[in-house]
């Protein structure tokens, strides 16, 4: 059997047993009251966890009748921020363009959650300060130690590092194991999908 496989398999179930389910439990509870206060769901990621907040978008959405947006969805108006004022600020000024307020939520999907220090997705850490300054909340599935998204957040998942050289397949990886979980929740679902209602 190939080692790399079989130790990331085993790694992934190492991982499943380390969660920290009170964290997500209390995910579910805030997206549930941004649902129940007619807020909206922001959801944030770069690289691969950009396409993992499209996809989740679509989840929360369908199956959680949440509001939910992403940045990344709308590109020409992503690449005209980061074109006009810089991609520090692209996540930021989209957040003051939507109208982020107090009853609204920021979810972020990020391998280490954002860093100012070391200038790594640095627009995720600045959008989560404009959100902060209104009052949203901040919820995320991070990984490594959660970085900014874990220091500022309200209910924040980490993805335990179980090897540093596998830290962002498990991280990106579990963004959608943990959103699918949630959006499974008998608290948040009202739509049943197509395969479980065939």
Known sequence: ?????????????QILQRLDLGKIELMVELLRRTRDNSGRLFILGVGG???NAS???NDF?????IEA???TDNVAELTARINDDGWDSSYAEWLRGSRIRENDLVLVFSVGGGSLDKK??????????????VGAKVIGVV???GGYTAAVGDAVAIVPTISPDLVTPHAEAFQAVI????????????NVAKWESS
């Open 120 to 133: 790594i997705s640095t627009n995720i850490a600045h959008a989560l300060d404009v959100a902060k300054s």
């Open 55 to 57: 996809h989740a978008v």
């Open 143 to 145: 990984g490594r130690d």
């Open 1 to 13: 059997m190939d080692e790399l496989l079989s130790r990331y398999f085993s790694e992934s179930i």
């Open 179 to 190: 959103w699918h979980g949630i959006v499974s929740h008998p608290r948040l679902k009202i």
């Open 69 to 71: 947006y992403a940045p």
């Open 49 to 51: 966890s950009a396409a």
């Open 61 to 65: 959405r369908k199956i959680c009748g």
